[in-house]
DNA sequence: CGGAGTACTGACCAAATGGCCGGTACCCCA
DNA sequence: TGGGGTACCGGCCATTTGGTCAGTACTCCG
C-alpha cells in the first residue's frame, strides 16, 4: 500500500481520497455521533460490515490520523475508538455534503422532471 | 448498473456515493472553475484520464444531475458541459472539505509528530 | 492526400476492492 | 463442557473499477 496515492490536484481530491472506502464515512458518522465507540459497537453500527473490511478501514484511518485506537490490556480484548481532532475537523467539513445528501435522500434522489419554462401550469 | 446502489444510511454516504470515482471530484472542480467547459478541455484539465472513464464519469453524472449536457448538431462534434443547481450546490457543499483537504497536504499530510507532553522546549 | 482533431463506444485485461470463511486466545455463563 | 462473545488476521474468490487500444464518421489544415 503506497503512502495514500498521489500528488492531489487540488484538497478536494485529497480528502476524497481518505474517506473513500465502503465504511469510512459512517464510521465517522457514528464516531461523531457517540464519542467512543469499541470495535463490536461499530460492526452493530454497520449493517453488513465484515469484520475484516471493518479493521482494515480503521487501520487505514488510523495511519490517515483521523481516529485515535485505544486498546485496553484485558483479558476480553477492549478496544476503543476516538476521532481525533483532525477527524473531527473533517467530520465538521463533511456536514454541509452529508446536508447536501439528505436533501437528495427527500427529493427521492430526483429532481422534479419539469423544466422552468413548462412551469406556467402548476399542478393541473 | 443498478440505480445508484442502496438505501443510505445518512447523507453522507449518499453525497460520497455521487462523488466516489476517479476524476468525479475533479471535473466537478473545473466546471467550478470554468462554468462550461468541452470534452477535450475537460480531458486536457485531467492529466492522465482515459476518454473511456471520462465519458463514463460524465454520464453517470448526468445521471445523477450534476451536470448538464449540451450537444451541438456540429461538423465537428461539440459538447459542453455545465453544473446543474445540485451540482453548483453540491460544489458548495465540498468546498469546506476542499478547505480541509488543503490544510492537510500544506502539513505534508502528517501532524507534527512531537505530543504535548515535549512541547516544553519550543525551537529554541 | 495524409494527419490531426472532435466526441465518443466497445473489447479486453489488470488491479483494487470487498465478501466469506476459518483460525486464534482467552473468558464468562449455563 | 460447550457455546457465545471479544478483537482481530489471513487465504481465497467474485465483483468493481479503471486502463489500453482500436475503431467510427466527418472535417479542417498543410
Redesign the interface.
Known amino acids: 500500500m503506497p503512502?495514500?496515492k498521489g500528488p492531489?490536484?487540488?484538497?478536494?481530491?485529497?480528502?476524497?481520497d481518505?474517506?473513500?472506502g465502503k465504511w469510512k464515512?459512517?464510521v465517522?458518522?457514528e464516531l461523531h455521533a457517540h464519542g467512543t465507540r469499541r470495535f463490536a459497537e461499530l460492526r452493530r453500527a454497520?449493517?453488513g460490515v465484515s469484520e475484516k473490511m471493518l479493521t482494515q478501514h480503521l487501520r487505514q484511518m488510523e495511519e490517515?490520523?483521523l481516529i485515535h485506537r485505544k486498546v485496553y490490556a484485558e483479558v476480553p480484548p477492549k478496544v476503543e475508538y476516538t476521532l481525533t481532532e483532525?477527524g473531527a475537523?473533517?467530520n465538521?467539513?463533511?456536514?454541509?455534503?452529508?446536508?447536501?445528501?439528505?436533501?437528495?435522500?427527500r427529493r427521492g434522489?430526483?429532481?422534479v422532471v419539469g423544466d422552468p419554462d413548462t412551469s406556467a401550469s402548476p399542478t393541473s
Chains 1, 2 share one sequence.
Open positions: 503512502p495514500r492531489y490536484i487540488c484538497g478536494i481530491d485529497a480528502a476524497l481518505v474517506v473513500s464515512g459512517l465517522l458518522w454497520l449493517p490517515d490520523d483532525t475537523a473533517l465538521e467539513a463533511l456536514q454541509p455534503l452529508g446536508e447536501w445528501g439528505r436533501d437528495r435522500i434522489r430526483l429532481e
